[in-house]
DNA sequence: CGAATCCGTCGAAACGTTTCGAGACACATT
DNA sequence: AATGTGTCTCGAAACGTTTCGACGGATTCG
C-alpha cells in the first residue's frame, strides 16, 4: 500500500533518493538516509516484491520441487538446502505438482532443485534453455545450465549385497524400484555386476518404490520361498512392505527371512527388528546440491560434488552360521 | 524474454488486444484471438508473473508455514491442501522459517495457512492487520482476517484417558507438550477434567512434543514406576520416544508399561506393538482450511468448521485384568 | 436517411521499483 | 576569476502487464 513514493514525498525528497538509500548505496548521506529510513519505519514501508523483480529480474527464492510431500525422507535433505540458501541471502520454497512448475519460466524463482521423478527430462531441459538454473538430484542430465550431485548408488548397492554375502546369504532377491527410476537403475546395476562377480543368480522383482509395492514383491518372494532368503530392497520403504508381510506369516524376520534396505529413512530405525540399509547424509545432499545452485547464478563455475554412502548394520539381516 | 509487446508487433495488432486474447476476454474476436495464439505459440511466450502481480496484485500463490520440514506429520495435511487449491487454480509453496515471513508483507503469496508455533501471534496479527488474510492451525486468533479449523483436542485427550480407564489402569502419567503449544494445552486441560471426575490423580511431565524429549520424560517415569502404569503422551512423536527408552528396560510395552498417543503418525501404525492413539483426518484438516481461506480471498463469509477424532486402539495399552 | 447502438481494436496510464545520466552546488586548483 | 573535481540529489525511462475510455465502422432502428 505505502510505496517508496510516500515516502518519497513525506521525506522530500526524490523516489531516487529514496531507493539508493533504502538500498544502502554509498551515493547518499548519512544524514538523509537516516531521515528516510525513520520515515520508511513510521509508514510502515515494505517493498514490492513484484515491483522488485520486474526490475531486477530475480526474487531471491530458489524452488526445491518434490514427487510429493508425504515423504518423511525429505526432512533432512530440506534442512541442509535451507541452511544454506539463507544463509546466503535466499529463501526456500518447497513445491510439488505439474502446476508449480510454471514458478520457472514465470521468473517466480531464480532456480531449482528437482528431486521429482514427475519433472521429465524434457521440460527441465526446456527451461534449462530458457537459462533458467537447476540442479537435479535424481537424474543425470547434459546441459550446462544443470547441475547434479552425485549420490553413490553402486557403492551402496555394492556394499549392500556383500553384507549379505558376509552373512552367508545364497539365495537372494532385489526389489527394484520403477524401471524409469535412475536411482534404481544405479542400484540395480551394481546388484548385477555383484551376481556376476560371485555367480549369483539374484531373483529380480518390479516395486514401484513404495510400501504396498513391497508388500505385493513380498507376497511373490513367499511364494517361491526356499530357505533361507535374503531380500535386497533399493529402498527402504519397501522394505517396510515386506515387514508388513511377513508379520502376517510365520516367518520371523531376520531369521527365517533377512532384510536390507537402501536410504536409512526414519522408519528404519524404530521398526522391529532394526533395518540394515545404506546410509548417506541427506542433509548434505541438499547442502551441496544448494551451494552448485548458488555458484550457477553467481556465474561461477561448480565442480562435480558426491556423497559417500556407508552400511547400516541391522538385526534384519541374520547370519546364516547360527541359525 | 519475449514480451506481449513481441507478440503485438509481429501480429500487428496492439499490446492491449494480446492481453484481451491472451486473458480470454470476449471483447476480441475469435479469428484474432487465434492469429495471436499463434503467435504466442511460435515465439513460445511465457507471461511474466512480476509484471502481472504488480498490476492485478495476486499472485495465485498460497503460502503453508511449517516449524521445520521434518514431521512425516505433515504429508497428508499437505496433500489435502494442495489438491483444493490446485482444483481452484491456486499454487501452494511450502516454507518455514523467520525469513520467508516476508512472503506476506512483500505480496508473493495472496494468503497463508500457518501451522507453526515459532511463528508469533503478534507478526501474524500485524499481517492481518495489513489485510492479509490467514488461517491458523495451531492456535486461536480473534481478528477479521484470521480464520481457524478446529480440532477437537479435547474429545480426543478425553477418548485417549477413556480407553485407559476402561482397560483398567488408574496409576496413569500424562506427557504434554511445551507449556506454549495450543494443542498441548487443549489437550491437558480434557485430561484434567477426566482426572478430576473419576477422582484420578494423573502425573504430569513435561515434553517438548520430540521423541528425545519422550525419551527424557520415560526415564523419570521409570524412577517411580509403579506397576502397573499407564502413560498418555500428548503426541505420538514423543510415545515413540518412550518405545526407545523402555526397549533398553526389562518393561514391555502394553505389558508392564501401557502407552498411548495422539497424532496417528505413519511411524504409529509400523512401530510395535502398535502405538494406540488419536487419530483425525489431515488431509481433511488441510483441505477445509484451504477452502476456508478461498472464500476469504473472495470476500465470501466462512462458517466455522471442525474436525473430529477417533480413537485407534493398539498393543501398546493392554488390559490390566488378562495380565 | 439520420440517429442510436454495438463491436472490435487501440492508445495510454498505471502498478512500484531500479538505475542511468545529468544537474546543482561546494570546494579546491591554477 | 575561470576551470576542474567531487559529492549529493534529481528526473525520467524502463521492466511487462492490465484495463479504462475513446475511436471508428458496421449494423439496427424509427
Not at 97 to 111: C, M, Q
Not at 145 to 173: C, P, Q, S
Not at 283 to 310: C, D, F, N, P, T
Amino acid at each position: 500500500m505505502v510505496s517508496i513514493k510516500d515516502i518519497a514525498k513525506k521525506a522530500g525528497v526524490s523516489i531516487s533518493t529514496v531507493s539508493y538509500a533504502l538500498n544502502g548505496s554509498p551515493k547518499v548521506t548519512e544524514e538523509t538516509r537516516q531521515k528516510i529510513l525513520a520515515v520508511a519505519e513510521e509508514l510502515k514501508y515494505v517493498p514490492n516484491a513484484a515491483a522488485r523483480t520486474l526490475k531486477t529480474r530475480e526474487t531471491k527464492v530458489i524452488g526445491l520441487y518434490l514427487t510429493d510431500f508425504g515423504g518423511a525422507f525429505y526432512g533432512d535433505l530440506l534442512q541442509g538446502v535451507k541452511e544454506v540458501l539463507n544463509q546466503k541471502g535466499y529463501d526456500l520454497i518447497v513445491c510439488s505438482g505439474k502446476r508449480s512448475h510454471r514458478f520457472l519460466p514465470e521468473r517466480t524463482i531464480d532456480g531449482a532443485i528437482v528431486l521429482d521423478a514427475t519433472f521429465s527430462d524434457k521440460e527441465l531441459l526446456k527451461y534449462a534453455e530458457m537459462g533458467k538454473k537447476i540442479v537435479v538430484l535424481d537424474r543425470e542430465l547434459d546441459h550446462p545450465n544443470i547441475n547434479h550431485v552425485f549420490l553413490d548408488n553402486k557403492a551402496g548397492a555394492t556394499l549392500a549385497m556383500e553384507y549379505l554375502w558376509e552373512n552367508g546369504h545364497r539365495r537372494i532377491y532385489v526389489v527394484t524400484g520403477p524401471k524409469a527410476s535412475y536411482d534404481s537403475n544405479q542400484r540395480l546395476k551394481a546388484v548385477r555386476q555383484f551376481a556376476e562377480r560371485h555367480e549369483l543368480d539374484v531373483k529380480e522383482v518390479e516395486g514401484r518404490f513404495t510400501k504396498e509395492s513391497g508388500e505385493l514383491a513380498a507376497e511373490r518372494i513367499f511364494q517361491e520361498y526356499e530357505e533361507p532368503t535374503a531380500v535386497f530392497c533399493l529402498n527402504d520403504e519397501m522394505a517396510v512392505g515386506l515387514y508388513m508381510y511377513f508379520r502376517k506369516t510365520d516367518l520371523v524376520i531376520g531369521r527365517h527371512i533377512h532384510i536390507i534396505g537402501f536410504d536409512n529413512i526414519e522408519l528404519a530405525e524404530y521398526i522391529s527388528p532394526r533395518l540394515a540399509t545404506i546410509d548417506y547424509s541427506k542433509r548434505k545432499w541438499g547442502a551441496l546440491a544448494s551451494e552448485q545452485l548458488l555458484k550457477m547464478l553467481s556465474g561461477k563455475s561448480v565442480e562435480h560434488e558426491r556423497i559417500y554412502v556407508k552400511l547400516i548394520p541391522g538385526e534384519s539381516v541374520g547370519s546364516l552360521s547360527n541359525r
